[in-house]
């Protein structure tokens, strides 16, 4: 089983920025793909960013320019820099990670979630 943990949310004024750390932790032999993905209150969850071994990234058209995700291979850990917030990236963020356990069994795992709030 793995666990992802994430931290960092919080509330932020437009135009701010805040930093969303992820950490994954259990019995990991590697992790393929590591992903932020967010859902706003009555919507559905949607990807905001996603980063592969050994390092290509994807973005959600939204959160080009403003947005870099991040990993630390080392310490399982995946990042969310977000800049230039706008009320409408106002969500809960989810981490999610897939990879390989120690006996080769693939796994797909959820954080429970952090909020990000952009209001002034």
């Known amino acids: 089983q793995v666990h992802l943990v994430e931290s960092g949310g919080g509330l932020v004024q437009p135009g701010g920025s805040l930093r969303l750390s992820c950490s994954a932790s259990?019995?990991?032999?590697?992790?393929?793909?590591m992903g932020w993905y967010r859902q706003a209150p009555g919507k559905g969850r949607e990807l905001v960013a996603v980063i592969w071994v050994p390092g290509s990234t994807d973005y959600a058209d939204s959160v080009k320019g403003r947005f870099t995700i991040s990993r630390d291979d080392a310490k399982n850990m995946v990042f969310l820099q977000m800049n230039s917030l706008k009320p409408e990236d106002t969500a809960v963020y989810y981490c999610?990670?897939?990879?390989?356990?120690?006996?080769?069994?693939?796994?797909?795992?959820w954080g429970q979630g952090t909020q990000v709030t952009v209001s002034s």
């Open positions: 999610n990670a897939a990879g390989q356990m120690n006996w080769g069994t693939d796994f797909g795992s």
């Open positions: 259990g019995s990991i032999f590697s992790i393929s793909r």
